[in-house]
């Protein structure tokens, strides 16, 4: 071999079945060969085992899809490039046109544009409630056909608990199917529901480092097959050296998400008490409203803390400004803290009437909590609380 014709046909290492490699390798590789013309259509009609090009599947891939699925207790699981690409992917090929969906002003923006914008174009519909308005949601169900119910619980960003059994309910009696973005639980949260469809941002809790994105969507076999089919053909594909990142994130998920949400509760304790502080959205504390329905649901309550500042924007810029451990950033559920600002919360798609609803006000601040050490958190918000109070000039 010449070298030129050497450096694209390099030498094969073979790796003995009984000496594995104990981290998955990563395939970074876009096409698998076969070795004759018989065994790729045998591959091709699903007669034997085989990967063929990356936008289909590839094995690091695979290995995350198949964690995933049992992490969120279903049977299967495709995964793609980010968590919206998951939502809008799964939009795409649950709904044709004439379809209606169900979903709620306490939601991700991003979702909310998907279906003002992108589905509106081929003619899906949508309705948009309040995740605590089940009258209404009973009312939309009897009053028109439904496809689907997309909703989250926690939702971002003011941590609002869905009533699942009760939406799951409702969805089963008329024929709709439900689809939770489980973002903010996490993969391991809420598999004990009927639920068809999970859906996550595995930038978040997964990646956990703040450094690659992905998104997948988990549920059945059969609604996952039907799905694979058409995430393949949109083609938001997850690259390998992700998957990887993103299974190497998995190795300390459960480590760092109880130990951000003991922080985020102490924090949420502290804050509670803090005479600058008007409100605070925290389904961990015994005085939120969803408190009681996030212990019959959930294992631990989130990492993020979401709170009114009593003075409003100017001074919950103050306070951003003057945090020093929190990086104002989008984002949640990495190692570092993060803060949202209600000048960057604000969601110009609502209303007047669905602005009071969302419960972002002028002074609302999100937190993601990390893994930094507690204490100096606290001390942190209380100097830059302190800050906020100070008078501009
Ligand atoms: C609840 C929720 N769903 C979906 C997403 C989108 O995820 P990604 O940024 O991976 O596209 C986010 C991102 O913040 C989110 O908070």
């Given amino acids: ?109 991003p979702t909310r544009q998907l279906l003002q914008r992108t589905l509106a174009k081929f003619g899906v519909t949508h309705t948009l409630l309040s995740i605590e308005d089940l009258t209404g949601v009973e009312r939309v169900l009897n009053e028109r056909p439904t496809r689907l119910i997309l909703f989250e619980s926690p939702t971002n960003p003011v941590n609002r608990i869905a009533d699942i059994p009760a939406l799951t309910r409702l969805a089963r009696a008329h024929g709709a199917l439900t689809v939770l973005d489980n973002t903010f639980a996490g993969v391991h949260q809420h598999a004990q529901f009927d639920i068809d469809l999970y859906l996550h941002s595995l930038t978040k809790f997964v990646s956990g480092h703040g450094d690659v994105m992905g998104g997948a969507a988990i549920g059945a076999a059969e609604l996952i097959r039907r799905l694979r089919t058409d995430f393949t053909v949109l083609g938001g594909t997850l690259d390998p050296h992700a998957a990887y990142l993103l299974q190497r994130g998995l190795k300390t998920y459960f480590v760092r998400y109880r130990a951000q949400c003991e922080s985020a509760q102490r924090i949420a304790e502290h804050l509670a008490r803090h005479p600058a502080v008007e409100r605070i959205h925290y389904p961990g504390l015994s005085s939120d409203p969803g408190h009681a329905r996030a212990r019959a649901q959930m294992s631990e309550f989130g990492a993020v803390v979401t709170f009114s500042l009593r003075d409003g924007g100017d001074a919950a810029a103050r306070f951003t400004d003057a945090l020093q451990f929190f990086s104002m950033a989008a984002s949640i559920g990495a190692t570092d803290s993060l803060v949202m600002p209600p000048q960057l919360l604000a969601s110009r798609d609502l209303n007047e009437e669905q602005r009071r609803i969302s419960a972002v006000g002028s002074g609302t601040v999100r937190l993601s909590i990390g893994l930094e050490a507690c204490e100096e958190l606290i001390a942190d918000l209380d100097q830059a609380l302190a800050a906020s109070a100070a008078s501009p000039g």
């Fill in 1 to 109: 071999m010449k070298k030129p014709t050497l450096v694209n046909h390099p030498p094969l290492v073979d790796v003995a079945p009984d000496n594995r490699p104990v981290v998955g390798p990563i395939y970074q590789t876009v096409k698998f060969e076969f070795d004759s013309v018989d065994e790729a259509l045998r591959a091709q009609r699903g007669e034997r085992s085989g990967f063929t090009y990356l936008r289909s599947s590839n094995p690091t891939v695979r290995q995350l899809e198949l964690t995933l699925a049992q992490m969120q207790g279903r049977e299967e699981c495709v995964v793609c490039a980010s968590g919206v690409g998951a939502i809008a992917q799964a939009l795409l090929s649950l709904t044709r046109a004439g379809d209606h969906v169900l979903a709620f002003i306490e939601s991700y923006g």
